[in-house]
């Protein structure tokens, strides 16, 4: 769905999850991707909004100082490890970062990759289209792998894209982490999946041959 923006006043899509009746935010996309099942539907809300300040603001990006999108690698991977489910060797397996235009205190910066981190390789699937994220990469024992998705804005929401490489003959689940119950919850095997993140927030997905997709404990 190819949706028009108009640069000082962008529109913000938001997804409704009827799950938990609430409108999720993913971004201010000029194109949102999307399934629909047999006899199913999606609902979307556009609103249009003023573009962010990029004056400080006080309290807000004060604490913003301290947020560190890879405590949320570490989080995951405690997690995982709990759950006995990681692979033998050191973990997360990468960690890489798309480049970033805003700082995690939403303001603007040079476009770039942040410091010290490193870029996707090409060949990495899934591949992230959209979103200033950061990527950390876990193997687990039955082949799968998880990819928790740290929003590098502490500010700010972000909507993501990600590609994954999928073969016909050999598709690809996707997982998705519920990080309230700590419960997958299976999507499909999907070209591309559109996500919200929150400021300061995490997703996490998983990906696994179609034939393995025993839920984890």
Request: glycine content about 8%; hydrophobic content about 35%; charged content about 25%.
């Amino acid at each position: 769905m190819a949706i028009g923006q108009d640069k000082k006043s962008p529109r913000v899509v938001s997804q409704f999850n009827r799950k938990t009746a609430e409108w999720e935010p993913l971004g201010a996309l000029a194109q949102v991707n999307f399934a629909i099942p047999p006899a199913d539907a999606r609902v979307f809300r556009f609103e249009r909004v003023k573009p962010l300040s990029a004056k400080p603001t006080g309290d807000g990006r004060d604490a913003a100082v301290d947020y560190d999108p890879h405590d949320h690698i570490r989080r995951i991977g405690k997690l995982l490890g709990e759950q006995k489910l990681l692979a033998d060797g050191k973990q997360p397996v990468a960690v890489y970062s798309t480049m970033t235009s805003r700082s995690k205190e939403n303001r603007d910066k040079e476009p770039g990759l942040p410091q010290g981190s490193a870029a996707f390789p090409e060949d990495f699937s899934p591949q992230i289209k959209q979103g200033e994220l950061l990527a950390g990469v876990f193997q687990l024992k039955d082949g799968a792998q998880v990819v928790c998705l740290a929003n590098h804005n502490a500010l700010a929401w972000q909507g993501g894209l990600l590609v994954p490489t999928q073969d016909k003959a050999k598709p690809t689940m996707i997982w998705e982490l519920d990080q309230k119950t700590n419960q997958w919850a299976k999507l499909g095997t999907w070209q591309d999946v559109n996500f919200p993140v929150p400021p300061a927030g995490s997703a996490v997905f998983k990906f696994s041959p179609a034939s393995s997709t025993r839920q984890p404990k």
